[in-house]
């Protein structure tokens, strides 16, 4: 966002108080001043005010500027006149061919608009391009992992069943009843929601391991389980990570 659109003015209060300039001035000349300020704030041009071409045969630049500036801050003329003598002569405001500026002002916004030429260009805080590389590296890492648990979820289950079948359970190979896999899921510590989330997904397919019917429902039910408590940890950490990276 350019300094002219942000909806306040960037003042430096410890600069403003002990500018010897400014303080040479008297009080109504400060108060106006601070309106001046607003006015070059919200100006096309930031920290500036043209004078037109167009009024260069009617008005000299000191009256056209007095003029402008009354108008715009609700300034009497003559008390606007005053105060822009004042600031001119302390050289707290200036003019040059075609303008009346704040050099401080004028100085801020060319290095606003530097810095957001940089930032186009891929420039910036090389620590915060670091941090956001991190950021992206971490998140495809368990884009990743999610896809190969999507690839190899039937395998790796299969696997796992007949191996937990053999040396665990055996003869379990009907299709069992929800209030049997609820309640195993429940003596397992699984979280609330799983265990109808592994029945709607088994029921739907026909109680189907990759192309073979499932063997052992309690192995496919520690798989899940296991599984399920794997991505909410990986879920909450992301989350925390975010969060870190959020706040700057």
Request: proline share 2%; hydrophobic share 30%; charged share 30%.
């Amino acid at each position: 966002m350019s300094l002219r659109n942000q909806p306040y003015l960037p003042l430096y209060v410890q600069d403003f108080m002990t500018d010897e300039k400014l303080n040479m001035c008297s009080l109504s000349t400060v108060g106006a001043f601070i309106k001046i300020m607003c006015v070059l704030h919200k100006s096309e041009t930031y920290g500036r005010i043209l004078f037109k071409q167009n009024n260069k045969q009617k008005l000299s630049m000191n009256k056209y500027f007095v003029y402008i500036l009354a108008r715009q801050t609700g300034i009497h003329d003559a008390e606007m006149n005053e105060a822009i003598t004042e600031l001119l002569a302390e050289k707290v405001l200036q003019i040059d061919d075609n303008s009346l500026y704040q050099k401080r002002m004028v100085k801020d916004n060319e290095i606003s608009i530097k810095r957001s030429e940089s930032a186009k260009k891929g420039g910036g805080n090389p620590y915060f391009k670091k941090q956001k590389k991190e950021k992206k590296l971490f998140v495809n890492l368990h884009k990743q992992k999610d896809k190969q648990n999507t690839e190899y979820e039937n395998e790796i289950e299969y696997e796992n069943e007949i191996e937990t079948e053999k040396g665990i359970v055996k003869g379990k190979n009907k299709k069992p009843e929800f209030m049997e896999v609820e309640e195993f899921f429940k003596k397992s510590g699984s979280e609330s929601g799983e265990a109808k989330k592994f029945w709607n997904y088994y029921e739907s397919n026909g109680w189907m391991v990759g192309r073979n019917s499932m063997k052992n429902w309690q192995a496919a039910s520690i798989n899940w389980i296991a599984r399920s408590k794997s991505r909410n940890q990986d879920n909450r950490s992301e989350q925390i990570f975010n969060s870190f990276f959020d706040s700057f």
